[in-house]
């Protein structure tokens, strides 16, 4: 059984999620999340801020279906999450923009268990407040995993990827989950092949 990640491809506009660019230039945290803020690293619990709810001033300037935010949230459109549902795919749950229809904020629920002694994740920094990664490098092996039995699903890694706004979200299928997005066209992915397990 092959397994893939699912990679957003490069967006040419930038969309902002829990920050937003400023007049005098700087991208900052919008202000409905600033006490989630870690003074060490000024990172935030990405699912607290969900929970809290997004911007209604957010408007996605995108038309493909699986869209990468400039602070590395993971948005699907509406007519991806019809194609998921109509062929049962399950692993993930979703978040609505208050004046945004078209895209959703998705978010992984199935993980596939990391052991860190074998995931050749490189940790560059902690942070001394609250003991998050600053940055990491490379992705979880796959013999690191221990891959979700429910075949029809997306999933993602217990342990992602961390870059200076936080955590890089990524999902991860197998081979007849990526046959389905292929045979329906969905547009802004790329799938990159990981290996295959027994």
Avoid at 155 to 183: A, C
């Amino acid at each position: 059984m092959k397994i893939n990640a699912l990679v957003p491809k490069d967006q040419r506009s930038n969309n902002w999620i829990i920050r937003h660019p400023t007049k005098d230039g700087p991208v900052r945290l919008r202000a409905q999340y600033a006490d989630l803020r870690c003074h060490g690293c000024g990172k935030v619990d990405e699912e607290i801020a969900i929970a809290r709810g997004l911007d209604p001033s957010i408007k996605i300037k995108a038309d493909d279906d699986v869209v990468q935010s400039s602070d590395l949230y993971i948005l699907f459109s509406r007519r991806l999450l019809g194609i998921l549902s109509k062929h049962s795919v399950s692993g993930f749950k979703t978040t609505a923009f208050p004046t945004d229809s078209r895209y959703v904020l998705a978010w992984p629920d199935v993980f596939a268990s990391v052991d860190r002694s074998l995931s050749g994740i490189e940790v560059h920094g902690t942070c001394f407040v609250c003991g998050r990664a600053r940055e990491t490098c490379f992705f979880p092996r796959l013999e690191s995993m221990v891959i979700p039995t429910h075949r029809r699903c997306l999933f993602s890694p217990e342990l992602w990827t961390e870059k200076s706004y936080g955590k890089m979200l990524s999902f991860l299928t197998v081979e007849s989950v990526i046959e389905i997005l292929v045979s329906e066209r969905v547009s802004g992915l790329e799938y990159w092949l990981l290996g295959s397990i027994d």
